[in-house]
Protein backbone atom coordinates (compact mmCIF):
# COMPACT_ATOMS: atom_id res chain seq x y z
CA UNK A 1 0.00 0.00 0.00
CA UNK A 2 3.23 2.04 0.20
CA UNK A 3 3.94 2.27 -2.76
CA UNK A 4 0.25 2.91 -4.26
CA UNK A 5 0.05 6.09 -1.81
CA UNK A 6 3.48 7.31 -2.69
CA UNK A 7 2.19 6.96 -6.67
CA UNK A 8 -0.94 9.38 -4.92
CA UNK A 9 1.13 11.96 -3.58
CA UNK A 10 3.05 12.38 -6.81
CA UNK A 11 0.20 11.95 -8.63
CA UNK A 12 -0.77 14.98 -6.92
CA UNK A 13 2.93 16.80 -7.31
CA UNK A 14 2.28 16.70 -11.40
CA UNK A 15 -0.92 17.91 -10.96
CA UNK A 16 0.04 20.71 -8.97
CA UNK A 17 3.38 21.39 -11.45
CA UNK A 18 0.51 20.98 -14.19
CA UNK A 19 -1.59 23.66 -13.26
CA UNK A 20 1.42 26.04 -12.59
CA UNK A 21 2.13 25.05 -16.32
CA UNK A 22 -1.20 26.26 -17.61
CA UNK A 23 -0.39 30.18 -17.21
CA UNK A 24 1.37 29.84 -20.25
CA UNK A 25 0.31 30.14 -23.82
CA UNK A 26 1.77 28.80 -26.42
CA UNK A 27 2.32 29.09 -30.47
CA UNK A 28 -1.38 27.84 -32.76
CA UNK A 29 -0.38 27.50 -36.50
CA UNK A 30 3.24 28.35 -36.80
CA UNK A 31 6.18 27.28 -38.16
CA UNK A 32 9.81 27.09 -36.78
CA UNK A 33 11.87 30.14 -36.07
CA UNK A 34 15.39 30.41 -37.73
CA UNK A 35 18.79 30.67 -36.29
CA UNK A 36 19.44 34.69 -34.79
CA UNK A 37 15.84 35.38 -36.48
CA UNK A 38 14.60 36.71 -32.56
CA UNK A 39 17.86 36.96 -30.87
CA UNK A 40 16.15 39.53 -27.86
CA UNK A 41 13.95 36.76 -26.97
CA UNK A 42 14.69 34.32 -23.79
CA UNK A 43 12.79 31.64 -21.57
CA UNK A 44 11.77 32.31 -18.48
CA UNK A 45 12.32 29.04 -16.17
CA UNK A 46 11.28 27.76 -13.01
CA UNK A 47 13.55 25.09 -11.36
CA UNK A 48 15.28 24.53 -14.86
CA UNK A 49 11.82 24.19 -16.73
CA UNK A 50 10.14 26.72 -19.37
CA UNK A 51 7.70 28.93 -18.04
CA UNK A 52 7.59 31.75 -20.20
CA UNK A 53 9.30 33.91 -22.74
CA UNK A 54 10.24 37.52 -22.60
CA UNK A 55 12.31 39.95 -23.90
CA UNK A 56 16.07 41.10 -22.97
CA UNK A 57 15.74 44.76 -22.85
CA UNK A 58 19.15 45.51 -21.74
CA UNK A 59 22.20 42.81 -20.02
CA UNK A 60 20.53 42.88 -16.79
CA UNK A 61 16.87 43.40 -17.87
CA UNK A 62 13.89 41.09 -18.95
CA UNK A 63 10.50 42.02 -19.47
CA UNK A 64 7.44 39.65 -18.98
CA UNK A 65 4.07 39.17 -18.40
CA UNK A 66 3.25 39.71 -14.64
CA UNK A 67 1.32 36.87 -14.49
CA UNK A 68 4.59 34.58 -15.35
CA UNK A 69 6.08 35.21 -11.86
CA UNK A 70 3.36 36.69 -9.70
CA UNK A 71 1.40 34.22 -7.11
CA UNK A 72 -0.97 34.77 -4.42
CA UNK A 73 1.50 33.01 -2.25
CA UNK A 74 4.85 35.47 -2.65
CA UNK A 75 8.27 33.76 -3.68
CA UNK A 76 11.48 34.22 -3.64
CA UNK A 77 13.51 34.11 -7.08
CA UNK A 78 16.24 31.68 -6.41
CA UNK A 79 14.80 28.67 -8.49
CA UNK A 80 13.53 31.34 -11.36
CA UNK A 81 16.58 31.41 -14.70
CA UNK A 82 16.80 33.11 -17.73
CA UNK A 83 18.00 31.48 -20.86
CA UNK A 84 18.89 33.39 -23.93
CA UNK A 85 20.59 33.17 -27.02
CA UNK A 86 18.85 29.37 -28.04
CA UNK A 87 16.50 27.85 -29.73
CA UNK A 88 15.67 25.25 -27.97
CA UNK A 89 14.54 26.27 -23.76
CA UNK A 90 16.09 23.27 -22.47
CA UNK A 91 19.90 23.53 -23.90
CA UNK A 92 22.48 25.83 -25.36
CA UNK A 93 22.76 29.62 -24.55
CA UNK A 94 23.50 31.69 -21.32
CA UNK A 95 21.50 30.84 -18.06
CA UNK A 96 21.37 33.55 -15.69
CA UNK A 97 20.16 33.14 -12.25
CA UNK A 98 17.37 36.02 -10.85
CA UNK A 99 17.99 38.75 -8.87
CA UNK A 100 14.80 40.26 -8.66
CA UNK A 101 11.20 40.71 -9.91
CA UNK A 102 9.22 43.80 -10.10
CA UNK A 103 5.67 43.33 -10.93
CA UNK A 104 3.85 46.80 -11.90
CA UNK A 105 2.73 48.30 -9.51
CA UNK A 106 -1.19 48.87 -10.86
CA UNK A 107 -1.22 45.54 -11.59
CA UNK A 108 -4.81 43.55 -10.74
CA UNK A 109 -7.74 41.62 -11.97
CA UNK A 110 -11.13 42.95 -13.05
CA UNK A 111 -14.22 42.02 -14.08
CA UNK A 112 -15.83 41.94 -17.70
CA UNK A 113 -18.02 40.51 -19.77
CA UNK A 114 -16.61 37.14 -20.01
CA UNK A 115 -15.15 36.62 -16.67
CA UNK A 116 -12.03 38.33 -15.08
CA UNK A 117 -8.59 39.81 -16.58
CA UNK A 118 -5.95 40.94 -15.65
CA UNK A 119 -4.74 44.66 -15.98
CA UNK A 120 -0.88 46.15 -16.25
CA UNK A 121 0.21 42.49 -16.49
CA UNK A 122 3.61 43.65 -17.13
CA UNK A 123 6.65 42.81 -15.32
CA UNK A 124 10.84 43.58 -15.19
CA UNK A 125 13.14 40.95 -14.46
CA UNK A 126 16.37 41.90 -13.00
CA UNK A 127 19.49 39.20 -13.72
CA UNK A 128 22.06 38.52 -11.42
CA UNK A 129 24.64 37.95 -14.03
CA UNK A 130 24.69 39.96 -16.63
CA UNK A 131 23.74 38.74 -20.45
CA UNK A 132 25.85 40.50 -23.30
CA UNK A 133 25.04 40.99 -26.64
CA UNK A 134 26.48 38.62 -29.30
CA UNK A 135 26.58 36.87 -32.02
CA UNK A 136 23.10 35.31 -31.20
CA UNK A 137 21.93 37.74 -28.49
CA UNK A 138 20.27 41.34 -28.87
CA UNK A 139 18.72 43.74 -26.78
CA UNK A 140 15.00 44.42 -27.78
CA UNK A 141 14.44 47.96 -28.85
CA UNK A 142 10.89 49.95 -28.13
CA UNK A 143 8.73 51.63 -30.12
CA UNK A 144 7.79 55.30 -28.83
CA UNK A 145 6.13 56.30 -26.12
CA UNK A 146 2.21 55.97 -26.41
CA UNK A 147 2.51 54.42 -30.37
CA UNK A 148 -0.03 52.12 -31.44
CA UNK A 149 -0.18 49.78 -34.16
CA UNK A 150 -2.88 50.41 -36.80
CA UNK A 151 -5.61 47.81 -37.25
CA UNK A 152 -5.10 45.55 -40.00
CA UNK A 153 -1.40 45.96 -40.31
CA UNK A 154 0.44 42.46 -39.14
CA UNK A 155 3.04 41.67 -36.57
CA UNK A 156 5.12 38.75 -35.32
CA UNK A 157 4.62 36.52 -32.32
CA UNK A 158 7.09 34.01 -31.39
CA UNK A 159 7.46 31.23 -28.89
CA UNK A 160 8.01 27.99 -27.30
CA UNK A 161 4.59 26.84 -27.05
CA UNK A 162 2.80 23.91 -28.36
CA UNK A 163 1.54 24.47 -31.57
CA UNK A 164 -1.59 22.72 -32.58
CA UNK A 165 -4.73 22.99 -30.73
CA UNK A 166 -5.36 20.26 -27.68
CA UNK A 167 -1.62 19.48 -27.83
CA UNK A 168 0.23 20.01 -24.12
CA UNK A 169 3.77 19.15 -24.30
CA UNK A 170 6.09 22.34 -25.01
CA UNK A 171 7.76 22.46 -28.41
CA UNK A 172 11.64 22.31 -28.24
CA UNK A 173 11.98 24.53 -31.12
CA UNK A 174 11.19 28.30 -31.08
CA UNK A 175 8.14 29.26 -32.84
CA UNK A 176 6.85 31.98 -35.00
CA UNK A 177 3.69 33.35 -36.14
CA UNK A 178 2.48 36.72 -38.59
CA UNK A 179 -0.44 37.53 -37.49
CA UNK A 180 -2.75 40.37 -37.89
CA UNK A 181 -3.47 43.47 -35.72
CA UNK A 182 -7.12 43.86 -34.68
CA UNK A 183 -9.21 46.57 -33.61
CA UNK A 184 -8.36 46.65 -29.94
CA UNK A 185 -12.62 46.63 -29.04
CA UNK A 186 -12.82 42.89 -30.58
CA UNK A 187 -10.92 41.60 -27.51
CA UNK A 188 -12.59 44.06 -24.97
CA UNK A 189 -14.94 41.48 -23.68
CA UNK A 190 -11.49 39.78 -22.20
CA UNK A 191 -9.58 42.83 -21.42
CA UNK A 192 -9.35 46.42 -21.02
CA UNK A 193 -9.21 48.63 -24.62
CA UNK A 194 -6.37 50.98 -23.07
CA UNK A 195 -2.81 49.70 -23.05
CA UNK A 196 -3.53 46.57 -24.85
CA UNK A 197 -2.59 44.93 -28.36
CA UNK A 198 -5.33 42.76 -29.70
CA UNK A 199 -4.18 40.42 -32.57
CA UNK A 200 -4.87 37.02 -34.22
CA UNK A 201 -6.81 35.16 -37.32
CA UNK A 202 -8.23 31.89 -37.66
CA UNK A 203 -5.55 29.23 -36.97
CA UNK A 204 -3.23 31.64 -35.92
CA UNK A 205 -2.63 32.84 -32.31
CA UNK A 206 -0.61 32.41 -29.70
CA UNK A 207 -1.49 29.75 -27.01
CA UNK A 208 -0.56 27.56 -23.94
CA UNK A 209 3.16 28.60 -22.92
CA UNK A 210 3.89 32.00 -24.91
CA UNK A 211 3.33 34.61 -22.10
CA UNK A 212 5.26 37.06 -21.36
CA UNK A 213 7.09 36.84 -24.86
CA UNK A 214 7.52 39.43 -27.52
CA UNK A 215 4.82 40.75 -30.40
CA UNK A 216 7.50 42.76 -32.90
CA UNK A 217 6.62 44.94 -35.76
CA UNK A 218 8.01 43.35 -38.41
CA UNK A 219 9.22 46.62 -40.23
CA UNK A 220 10.81 48.16 -37.86
CA UNK A 221 11.77 44.96 -35.32
CA UNK A 222 10.41 46.91 -32.30
CA UNK A 223 8.70 45.08 -29.66
CA UNK A 224 5.22 46.19 -29.92
CA UNK A 225 3.84 44.23 -27.27
CA UNK A 226 4.07 41.17 -24.25
CA UNK A 227 1.62 38.28 -24.76
CA UNK A 228 -0.61 38.05 -22.48
CA UNK A 229 -3.63 35.39 -22.87
CA UNK A 230 -5.61 33.95 -25.82
CA UNK A 231 -9.15 33.40 -26.59
CA UNK A 232 -8.88 29.95 -28.36
CA UNK A 233 -12.50 29.96 -29.53
CA UNK A 234 -12.11 33.48 -31.28
CA UNK A 235 -8.48 32.83 -32.94
CA UNK A 236 -7.36 36.45 -30.50
CA UNK A 237 -4.53 37.06 -28.44
CA UNK A 238 -4.42 39.92 -25.76
CA UNK A 239 -0.53 41.71 -25.84
CA UNK A 240 0.43 44.04 -23.09
CA UNK A 241 0.99 47.31 -25.64
CA UNK A 242 4.90 48.40 -24.70
CA UNK A 243 4.43 51.80 -25.30
CA UNK A 244 2.18 52.44 -22.87
CA UNK A 245 4.34 50.85 -20.03
CA UNK A 246 7.55 52.93 -21.30
CA UNK A 247 8.01 54.95 -18.23
CA UNK A 248 7.84 51.96 -16.19
CA UNK A 249 10.37 50.60 -18.16
CA UNK A 250 13.15 52.84 -18.04
CA UNK A 251 12.69 53.40 -14.29
CA UNK A 252 13.64 49.18 -14.34
CA UNK A 253 16.70 49.45 -16.45
CA UNK A 254 19.88 49.43 -16.24
CA UNK A 255 22.21 47.71 -13.58
CA UNK A 256 21.60 46.85 -9.56
CA UNK A 257 23.85 46.80 -6.91
CA UNK A 258 22.97 43.14 -7.28
CA UNK A 259 23.67 42.41 -10.57
CA UNK A 260 27.37 44.05 -9.97
CA UNK A 261 28.29 41.04 -8.06
CA UNK A 262 30.00 38.14 -9.25
CA UNK A 263 28.63 35.48 -7.96
CA UNK A 264 30.73 32.43 -6.72
CA UNK A 265 31.70 29.53 -8.65
CA UNK A 266 29.79 26.18 -8.49
CA UNK A 267 32.58 24.44 -6.58
CA UNK A 268 32.87 27.04 -3.94
CA UNK A 269 29.47 27.41 -2.91
CA UNK A 270 29.27 23.47 -2.76
CA UNK A 271 32.50 23.54 -0.38
CA UNK A 272 30.78 26.56 2.01
CA UNK A 273 27.25 24.69 1.78
CA UNK A 274 28.62 21.31 2.64
CA UNK A 275 31.45 23.03 4.85
CA UNK A 276 28.82 24.52 7.05
CA UNK A 277 29.30 24.09 11.33
CA UNK A 278 27.31 20.84 12.39
CA UNK A 279 26.79 19.21 8.92
CA UNK A 280 28.12 15.91 7.95
CA UNK A 281 30.60 17.27 5.05
CA UNK A 282 31.63 13.72 3.58
CA UNK A 283 27.75 12.71 3.05
CA UNK A 284 27.07 15.72 1.49
CA UNK A 285 30.13 16.15 -1.25
CA UNK A 286 28.98 12.46 -1.94
CA UNK A 287 24.98 13.84 -2.24
CA UNK A 288 26.90 16.65 -4.40
CA UNK A 289 28.33 14.06 -6.81
CA UNK A 290 25.12 12.35 -6.95
CA UNK A 291 23.43 15.50 -8.18
CA UNK A 292 25.65 16.37 -11.02
CA UNK A 293 23.47 13.43 -12.56
CA UNK A 294 20.19 14.83 -11.69
CA UNK A 295 20.59 18.77 -11.93
CA UNK A 296 21.94 20.19 -15.19
CA UNK A 297 25.53 20.90 -15.43
CA UNK A 298 23.92 24.87 -16.14
CA UNK A 299 21.52 24.91 -13.89
CA UNK A 300 21.61 28.34 -11.75
CA UNK A 301 23.07 27.35 -8.32
CA UNK A 302 20.45 27.06 -6.37
CA UNK A 303 18.90 23.94 -7.82
CA UNK A 304 22.24 22.25 -7.37
CA UNK A 305 22.40 22.80 -3.16
CA UNK A 306 18.71 22.10 -3.22
CA UNK A 307 19.20 18.28 -4.57
CA UNK A 308 21.72 17.86 -1.94
CA UNK A 309 19.54 19.27 0.43
CA UNK A 310 17.60 16.16 -0.76
CA UNK A 311 19.92 13.63 -0.80
CA UNK A 312 21.25 14.29 3.21
CA UNK A 313 17.46 14.77 4.11
CA UNK A 314 17.00 11.39 2.84
CA UNK A 315 19.64 9.79 4.51
CA UNK A 316 21.60 9.82 0.70
CA UNK A 317 19.20 7.17 -0.13
CA UNK A 318 17.49 7.84 -3.63
CA UNK A 319 13.75 6.09 -2.33
CA UNK A 320 11.68 7.24 -4.82
CA UNK A 321 8.85 8.45 -2.13
CA UNK A 322 11.16 10.31 -0.17
CA UNK A 323 12.55 12.35 -2.76
CA UNK A 324 9.28 12.95 -3.86
CA UNK A 325 8.14 14.01 -0.65
CA UNK A 326 11.35 16.46 -0.48
CA UNK A 327 10.93 17.92 -3.72
CA UNK A 328 7.53 18.75 -3.14
CA UNK A 329 8.20 20.59 0.41
CA UNK A 330 10.90 22.97 -1.53
CA UNK A 331 8.28 23.93 -3.86
CA UNK A 332 5.85 24.53 -1.85
CA UNK A 333 7.90 25.77 1.47
CA UNK A 334 10.86 26.86 -0.16
CA UNK A 335 12.61 26.25 3.10
CA UNK A 336 16.24 28.07 3.43
CA UNK A 337 19.10 26.41 2.21
CA UNK A 338 21.06 23.83 4.36
CA UNK A 339 17.35 23.94 6.45
CA UNK A 340 17.55 19.84 6.82
CA UNK A 341 15.27 20.14 9.85
CA UNK A 342 12.50 21.60 8.55
CA UNK A 343 13.00 19.74 5.41
CA UNK A 344 12.91 16.52 7.36
CA UNK A 345 9.66 17.54 9.32
CA UNK A 346 7.78 18.19 6.22
CA UNK A 347 9.44 14.80 4.73
CA UNK A 348 7.86 13.06 8.19
CA UNK A 349 4.79 14.81 7.85
CA UNK A 350 4.03 14.00 4.25
CA UNK A 351 4.80 10.68 4.92
CA UNK A 352 2.98 10.55 7.83
CA UNK A 353 -0.34 11.32 5.92
CA UNK A 354 0.07 8.96 3.37
CA UNK A 355 0.45 6.17 5.86
CA UNK A 356 -2.94 7.78 7.63
CA UNK A 357 -4.75 7.58 4.03
CA UNK A 358 -3.32 3.99 3.77
CA UNK A 359 -4.60 2.49 7.00
CA UNK A 360 -8.32 4.50 6.59
CA UNK A 361 -8.28 2.78 3.01
CA UNK A 362 -7.54 -0.65 4.77
CA UNK A 363 -10.21 -0.16 7.07
CA UNK A 364 -12.92 1.19 4.45
CA UNK A 365 -12.40 -0.94 1.39
CA UNK A 366 -10.51 -3.92 3.34
CA UNK A 367 -13.55 -4.16 5.71
CA UNK A 368 -16.08 -3.94 2.75
CA UNK A 369 -14.15 -6.95 0.90
CA UNK A 370 -13.72 -8.71 4.11
CA UNK A 371 -18.28 -8.75 4.31
CA UNK A 372 -18.51 -9.37 0.64
CA UNK A 373 -16.28 -12.33 1.14
Same mark, same amino acid.
Given at each position: ??????????????????? $????????????? $?????????????????????????????????????????????????????????????????????????????????????????????????????????????????????????????????????????????? $????????????? $?????????????????????????????????????????????? #??????????????????????????????????????????????????? #???????????????????? #?????????????????????????????????????????????????????????????????????
Amino acid at each position: MVGKASHLFVTALCAVLAA $AGTIDKRIIGAEN $ATENEFPSIVSIQNAGSHLCGGSLLDNTTVLTAAHCTHSDKPRGTRRYSVRAGTLDPQTGGVVAAVASITIHPAYTRRRGKAGSYLVNDVAIIKLLTPIGESEKIRFATLPPDGWTPAANSTAIAAGWGVQNVGQKVAATTL $AKVLIPIRPVQDC $AAFSETEGTICAGATGKDTALGDSGGPLIDPNTGHLIGVTLTGIPS #LFRGVYAKTSSYIPFINENLGWTEQSTQSPKPLGQQVEEHCGRCGNDKAAC #LEAAARCKAEVKPDAVVPLH #LECIDRLQACNGSKIESCMAYAKECQYRHEFPLRDLGQLVECIELADKEVRDLDEFENEVFGGVSGKDA
